[in-house]
């Protein structure tokens, strides 16, 4: 009943009854961790005794969310964008960096859907951080904070975000052109 005649005329229906154009992008990114750093996640402050190692300000989950947008437009990576050889990003809020990328989302033509972000950190606890993030992120990306959602976890001590060695973020990222 559903030949490949009947696969592509499905399609064709779809494109041109209005479906929208849409692109899926995913991202992730790895800081250590050392005592004495300040750490910052997706943009906000966050009270801990150890903050990441970087040439940036760090923000390993705004990383992971810009290599999740410059993904979904095949756009490279944040490496290639925004170079960690550079005097302009050394120390550089990474709320910049991502203002910068949503200019290339915006300058393709498309908006963000939504954005799914989970940070592995075994400590300290992010719960009370999450609104203020959701928020702090939707405010850049231009949508509301219900279309942004920070999850974190721990590894149960296992591994080198167990040990407190490092932290991690991964991202998966709906763009929507219109
Ligand atoms: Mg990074």
Do not use: W
């Not at 960690?84 to 908006?111: N, Q």
């Not at 942004?148 to 080198?160: P, W």
């Amino acid at each position: 009943m559903y030949g490949f005649l009947s696969y592509f005329s499905i399609f064709a229906d779809a494109k041109f009854s209005g479906m929208k154009d849409i692109r899926i992008g995913n991202g992730y990114d790895v800081h250590a961790l050392a005592d004495g750093l300040p750490l910052f996640l997706c943009g906000v402050r966050i009270e801990s005794p150890t903050g990441c190692v970087a040439h940036s300000d760090g923000d390993v989950a705004i990383h992971s969310l810009c290599d999740a947008l410059l993904g979904a437009l095949a756009l490279g990576d944040i490496g290639k964008h925004f170079p960690d050889t550079s005097e302009e990003f050394r120390g550089i809020d990474s709320k910049i960096l991502l203002c910068r990328t949503m200019g290339m989302v915006a300058s393709a033509g498309y908006r963000v859907g939504n954005a799914d972000i989970t940070i592995a950190m075994q400590r300290p606890k992010l719960a009370p951080y999450i609104l203020r993030m959701r928020n702090t992120l939707a405010e850049i990306m231009g949508t509301d904070a219900s279309q942004v959602s920070v999850k974190a976890t721990t590894t149960e001590r296992l591994g080198f975000v167990g040990r407190g060695e490092g932290c991690e973020a991964y991202t998966s990222v709906l763009l929507i052109k219109d």
